[in-house]
């Protein structure tokens, strides 16, 4: 065999094994679709419930690294479709109801997580959050521990660091009696009302 002949080989061999080789280091579809079998059986399912706390915010907080650390390598796409094989079926019918006629699967995942964080979030006032808060009581059968994590949860979902006068309303709408409720309620109103126009309310002017 000739030196061209020779050369002509030897090329033709390493571009062989060049093909081979990033066949080999590229993920096949059988290692994609087994990686989403996996995250399918450890991802739990998404149920909106605004009294427990369950929005999709704290879901996804739990689950993100699913998504992205050991379902790095899932293609945009797959990672779309786990994402919504995992809402419950009023929640998927929500959120599809809501973004047509765009299709949930054809969205990207970071814009349907950030659909679904607006969608399923609370969007209860502030002041109902903090009123609400300040109303919790303990059962007969809980136990003060977990009675203390149920304060804790709820304090911190209200956002109860207080100024005095936002104290001081609070205490007054949630000292009125039972049977005065529509007053509480207009109350609640006028306050809401003023803070989404950034105005700092006081006692007096409710």
């Known amino acids: 065999m000739d030196a061209k ?12 094994f060049e093909k081979l080789l990033v066949k080999l280091l590229k993920p096949s579809e059988m290692n994609d679709t087994e990686l989403y079998s996996k995250l399918v059986g450890m991802i739990g399912e998404f149920s909106f419930d605004l ?16 998504f992205e650390e050991e379902g790095k390598t899932l293609s945009e796409s797959s990672k779309v479709r786990l994402l919504l094989s995992k809402l419950g079926p009023e929640e998927y019918a929500q959120i599809e109801r809501k973004m047509l006629p765009t299709k949930l699967s054809e969205m990207k995942f970071d814009e349907l997580c950030s659909e679904l964080v607006k969608e399923f979030s609370d969007h209860r006032s502030k002041l109902l959050k903090r009123f ?26 209200a956002e109860m660091a207080l100024s005095i006068e936002e104290l001081k309303i609070l205490i007054f709408i949630s000292g009125m009696p039972t049977d005065a409720a529509a007053v509480r309620q207009v109350a609640m109103k006028s306050v809401e009302s003023k803070s989404e126009k950034g105005h700092a309310v006081t006692l007096k002017e409710i």
């Not at 009581?137 to 304090?155: H, P, R, Y």
Request: aromatic share 10%.
């Open 132 to 157: 609400e808060a300040l109303d919790v009581k303990c059962s007969d059968l809980q136990e003060i521990v977990e009675f203390g994590n149920v304060v804790n949860a709820q304090c911190e979902r």
């Open 5 to 16: 002949a020779l050369d002509k080989l030897l090329k033709a061999q390493q571009e062989y």
């Open 51 to 66: 009294t427990s706390g369950m929005t999709f915010e704290s879901w996804l907080s739990r689950h993100r690294s699913y």
